[in-house]
């Protein structure tokens, strides 16, 4: 009579007596032949990271392939940063949100915000300890305005989104003591040293490989450019889904429609 196959399960027995169950959060425990349990050691660290050079490696065994020439790690550099700089046009990344601040000049309006802003997210202006929303006006917006000398505390801005952008605030700041606080949206840090680490959270580390082993493959391995380019979307879908702001949702009744009888 046929034997059925023994269901696999997360218990091995080891050679000197006693069984080690692998735990569903992770880790391991020894039962112990006499009875009891012992939890067995973890690294305790969690640090991991993968330097420009570790990604690089890991995109080319995705293609199948091995990195042999130093053309090769020039190749899939460049591969990398044009990677990062797609990533600031598909959406908000949290992690490089910088709040910055400017000084005002009375009777200027226009501040340089530095060439590594991409965008503006948020402006108040704090005067004496308290802040001030300004309002964001689209570039006809701030054309249309007829006098653009007007001081005073300023509640509206437009931003120049030049190589070097640029924001302009109305009315023109009345004195030099208030200061602009806004949130800016920045570029991630160039891919430029094979031993630097790059500037973003774990969790977007799959994705990085995922989409650079994607790129690689448009140039050394087209018969793996489909199945590359769906595990990238999907790696990068999920970390952009972490990766979201989140805040408290309450559900508030509108007691108008509510009738007493």
Same mark, same amino acid.
């Given at each position: ?16 007596? +006693? ?7 992770? +880790? ?7 009875? +009891? ?9 969690? #640090? ?6 570790? &990604? ?52 200027? +309006?226009? &501040? #340089? ?118 595990? &990238? ?9 972490? #990766? ?12 108008? &429609?509510?009738?007493?009888?």
């Amino acid at each position: 009579m046929a034997m059925k196959p023994r269901k696999k399960t997360g218990v091995k027995k080891m050679r000197g007596g +006693g069984m080690v169950k692998k735990m569903r959060g992770g +880790g391991m425990v020894k039962k112990m032949r006499g009875g +009891g349990m012992v939890k067995m050691a973890t690294s305790g660290s969690a #640090d991991f990271e993968l330097d420009v050079a570790d &990604y690089i490696e890991e995109a080319f065994e995705r293609c199948g392939l091995e990195v042999r020439t130093g053309y090769d790690l020039t190749s899939a550099r460049r591969s990398l940063n044009l990677l990062l700089a797609d990533w600031a046009n598909r959406g908000l990344n949290q992690w490089t949100i910088k709040q910055r601040t400017v000084a005002m000049v009375s009777g200027d +309006g226009e &501040y #340089d915000l530095g060439s590594d802003v991409i965008d503006v997210l948020s402006v108040v202006v704090r005067r004496d300890g308290t802040d001030f929303q300004l309002q964001r006006l689209s570039r006809d917006e701030y054309l249309g305005i007829p006098t653009k000398t007007t001081t005073g505390r300023p509640n509206q801005f437009f931003l120049d989104r030049q190589l070097t952008p640029n924001l302009k605030v109305w009315p023109v700041p009345e004195n030099s003591t208030d200061v602009i606080h806004f949130d800016a949206l920045t570029r991630i840090q160039d891919a430029d040293v094979y031993t630097n680490t790059l500037d973003m959270p774990f969790r977007f580390y799959p994705c990085l490989a995922a989409g650079l082993a994607y790129y690689l493959a448009l140039k050394r391995a087209p018969n793996r450019v489909q199945l590359l380019k769906a595990v &990238y979307e999907e790696e990068f879908e999920r970390a952009a889904t972490e #990766d979201r702001d989140r805040s408290s949702f309450n559900v508030v009744p509108d007691f108008q &429609y509510f009738r007493v009888s």
